[in-house]
């Protein structure tokens, strides 16, 4: 078995950005600026942006955050969104989820401008992507995509199973995993809460991605001996055996399913240090007008 170390991969491209930044800013250009909308005073979400901020800063990119109390108007978010997509100086902006109810999400992503979306999931450019032009791919299917590469692990012709529909990673990850290049091309399967004979189809997996949000659900007899294994999912689940008397584990039952899995991702240091970084690349893309301007 062998792990696919998130963390390092993460890294080895957050210092290719970083001097691509340093050739771009040696040339005269303009560093990329990364912007962020917090809202409200949620903890998981104020540590999101703050580690976004600290990953722009490694790699030289320029960062802001726009900070919003939790009762704030929808239209003056929507101002917000507006003001953003006007300044120049700025190449891309995400607006950092969940928004408190009272706020339409859908409203306040589609507001966005489609260049500076880099995120990845306003409709424009998650149609784009079901069509095969540019666009900016959302970031944690980017990062599984960039795992499977840096691992040089074959996707062509291969029956990928992926365990979840969600809009953020289920569902562009099939589109991805299905699309006429590598990684891609191959043959996929989407399940969710009505997929019967789930044990079956994911033991019929070369490749399975799970993003279900259930810790420890996918145990080794839902594994093929051999299969590479994806696991998105991050839970705290309270420990005596840690200081701050949590641990953080994923979908997938790592200890036993190691033992039949070729490649996989542990939790944490898998996939979770990949998100961040996808943001950064796609904030290079737009910074360097790699997605629009290319069809100028
Ligand atoms: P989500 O919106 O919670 O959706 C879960 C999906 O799993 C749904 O499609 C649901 O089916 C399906 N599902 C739930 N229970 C199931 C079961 N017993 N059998 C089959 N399918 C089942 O998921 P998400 O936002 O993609 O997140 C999934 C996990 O990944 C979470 O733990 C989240 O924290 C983690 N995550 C991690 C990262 C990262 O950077 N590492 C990024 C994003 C998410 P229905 O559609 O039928 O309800």
Known sequence: MKLIDGKEIANTIKGEIAEEVK????????????AAILVGEDGASETYVNN????????????????????????????????????????????????PEHIDNQKVIQRIHPEKDVDGFHPVNIGRMTIGLPSYVPATPYGILELLMRSRIETTGKNCVILGRSNIVGKPMGLLMSRNEEPGNATVTICHSK?????????AADILIVAIGRPGYVTADMVKEG??????????????ETKSGFRLTGDVRFEEVAKKASFITPVPG????????????????SAKKEI????D
């Open 23 to 34: 050739r771009i800013v040696d040339k005269g250009g303009k560093i990329p600026h990364l």
């Open 52 to 99: 976004k901020a600290t990953a722009c800063k490694q790699v030289g990119f320029d960062s802001s955050t726009y900070r919003f109390p939790a009762d704030v108007s929808e239209n003056e978010l929507l101002e917000a969104v507006d003001f953003i997509n006007n300044d120049p100086e700025i190449d891309g902006l995400i607006v950092q989820l969940p928004l």
């Open 195 to 203: 997929t019967k004979n789930l044990q079956e189809i994911c033991a």
């Open 227 to 240: 299969a590479v294994v994806i696991d998105v999912g991050i839970h705290r689940i309270p420990s005596d």
């Open 270 to 285: 898998g996939v979770g240090p990949m998100t961040i970084v996808s943001l950064l690349m796609n904030t290079l893309k």
């Open 292 to 295: 629009y301007g290319s069809i």
